[in-house]
């Protein structure tokens, strides 16, 4: 964008381009325009966008799975946690009551 005018000129309270109010109203004319998409419509648009719903509705139902799963797999750490913190899990073989084995 180019424009012939002065900075200091829009400062200007007195000049044409702030209103009374001291705000600066700015009008853009387009003079040129540029095609960004075909103004076709092809049947395999409809492929493309039921393609792309599909693929998002299957991320979508997979981030779910993997939200449950984790969300699973935190509890089953927490209760294994707590098991070990309570003495019920270990490797320590010293606790186990052997008084049941007879020979």
Not at 30 to 36: A, P, Q
Not at 54 to 61: L, P
């Amino acid at each position: 964008m180019s424009c012939n005018c002065q900075p200091t000129s829009f400062k200007n309270p007195e000049g044409p381009y702030l209103d009374a109010d001291q705000k600066l109203t700015i009008h853009v004319e387009w003079k040129e325009s540029h095609l960004l998409s075909q103004s076709n419509y092809s049947k395999y648009d409809d492929i493309n966008k039921r393609h792309n719903f599909q693929m998002r509705k299957e991320v979508n139902a997979l981030q779910s799975e993997n939200y449950s799963l984790e969300k699973q797999l935190h509890s089953y750490q927490q209760s294994i946690s707590i098991a070990h913190a309570r003495g019920s899990i270990g490797g320590d073989q010293s606790s186990v009551n052997c008084s049941n084995y007879s020979d």
